[in-house]
């Protein structure tokens, strides 16, 4: 390493981006485009930092692998900050397994945790998850010990278990605290901050109420059917009933569960479910078919009676029956969950984590733009979403997450 390139990385180390800079701006071998590409990114130029670290990629030699994994590395937290999830994570893991093999287990296990944050970021919980147990929490350097702690607290907030999400932040904070990194420590109060907030509202005959995280956790665990609006589907304790798939058995359990313990008018349910003003014989008599089918599927925990102005919910051992809903209204409160970070999104990375088409996700951010809620940056393939946090509320139950079973 000559003289300009280890006087760059001191300065890199230290945070002095410009510094760095300033020694190596006009060379174009390989260490220096690593280290301009990582200066770069420290500096928020994301896009010409990502073009620098392949650049970088492509010099090395085959006979320096070690040096172009950790380019591969830089280049996926990059990607990461960006939102950007479309890089193969198969390079990623290669990178990790070299760096490995080459003695470097502090960025083998960085790679890794980037891995798992952007798993997170997709809802495959499971995934990251068993990413996360393939690292020995004990041998980390403090700051990626804060980043490990992070991803444990975010999946326990997505499995609603908030004792083990106050202690993994617990950790991370000390963690955080060791490493001296500010933007560590910030985001870890962040996600502390989330525990203080309102999840869901509990609609009941009497009003909305908002529930924080181990309301919702107190909720489930009192044994009551539970008529999920977050996830879209029945709850009993840990068994579950997707619906998310079958709205219309959905918004016929959520009417029912809303007129519980009395009954829903039949016009009422045939609105909710079919979307129409005025039913005739055959909107009733499919309205039949449908609870038939909601009874067959809610039976193990409930009956649902003819009444002589509709049906009711009769559930068995007398276990009540709440509602919960989304602490946002409107249909686009998964997409504003996920812009909440504060980051900026493409289109492509929102269509990715929710599972659905670029056009769709198009369609809702045209209206969310119209009404103030999001706003755009750049044209063409660079545009990016972005949307300010939004106050009083925590969004962890619309965000993407593998459901239980059923």
Known sequence: MDSLIAASARALATGDALGALKRIALREDPPALALRGTAMAQLGEHVRARELLQRAARGFGAHEALARARCTVADAEVALAMRDLQPAPRALATAAATLERHGDPANAAHARLIAVRRLLLLGRLGEARGELRRLDGALLPPALAAIAGLATAELALRALRSTV???????????????????????????????????????????????????????????????????????????????????????????????WPGDAERDALIAAAFRIRHADETH????????????????????????????????????EVAVLAPPIEGEDASLLALLADGEAWSTSALALALGTSQRSVQRALATLESGGQVRASGGGRTRRWLAAPPGGFATTLLLPATLPAA
């Open 165 to 259: 999400a106050r202690a993994a932040l617990a950790q991370a904070r000390a963690a955080a605290g060791r490493a001296r990194i500010p933007a560590l420590i910030a985001e870890v109060d962040a996600i502390g901050a989330r525990l203080q907030q309102p999840v869901a509202r509990r609609i009941s005959a009497d009003g909305e109420h908002p529930l924080q995280l181990h309301d919702v956790e107190a909720l489930f665990a009192s044994g009551a059917l539970v008529v999920d609006g977050c996830r879209r589907g029945l709850r009993v304790a840990d068994a579950w009933l997707p619906l998310a798939r079958r709205p219309v058995l959905f918004a016929l359990a959520q009417s029912l569960a809303a007129a």
């Open 284 to 319: 009733r008599a499919r309205l039949r078919v449908e609870l038939g089918r909601l009874r067959a599927l809610a039976e193990p925990w409930t009956a649902i009676d003819a009444t002589a102005r509709g049906f009711a919910l009769v559930p068995h051992e007398a276990r």
